[in-house]
């Protein structure tokens, strides 16, 4: 992730968005690297993230069930997804290293 959460509504939208995977990877979104930022502000959440490449055809689900995530935290009404291609997701860099081992890249 770029920016950690800083917030604790901040943190519980990230924990709650935590358990979304990548449908075709079987890994969680944040463990992947693929959540860059959280922010909250009043009932308002926006999350920044990316998808694994340009054409991924699991990307509107993905973007889906973050939404329906984020809306399951107390005081949430109102949930806005940004997907970015800056910076390119890259997961030797990104990836947490349980995720590294999953997708079976050793450094």
């Known amino acids: ?7 604790e509504k901040e943190w519980e939208v990230f924990h709650s968005i935590r358990s979304v995977e990548d449908p075709e990877i079987g890994i969680s979104l944040v ?9 909250v502000e009043g009932e308002k959440a926006e999350v920044t993230m990316t998808y694994t490449s340009l054409a991924c055809p699991a990307g509107p689900q993905m973007k889906q ?9 107390d005081g949430i009404s109102e949930v806005i997804v940004h997907v970015v291609w800056n910076p390119k997701w890259e997961p030797r860099q990104m990836a947490s ?7 079976g890249i050793f450094d």
């Open 1 to 7: 992730m770029i920016r950690e959460p800083e917030t």
């Open 31 to 39: 463990e992947l690297g693929l959540i860059y930022d959280v922010k």
């Open 65 to 73: 069930d973050i939404e329906n995530h984020a809306l399951r935290v």
């Open 97 to 103: 290293e349980e995720a590294k081992m999953q997708m």
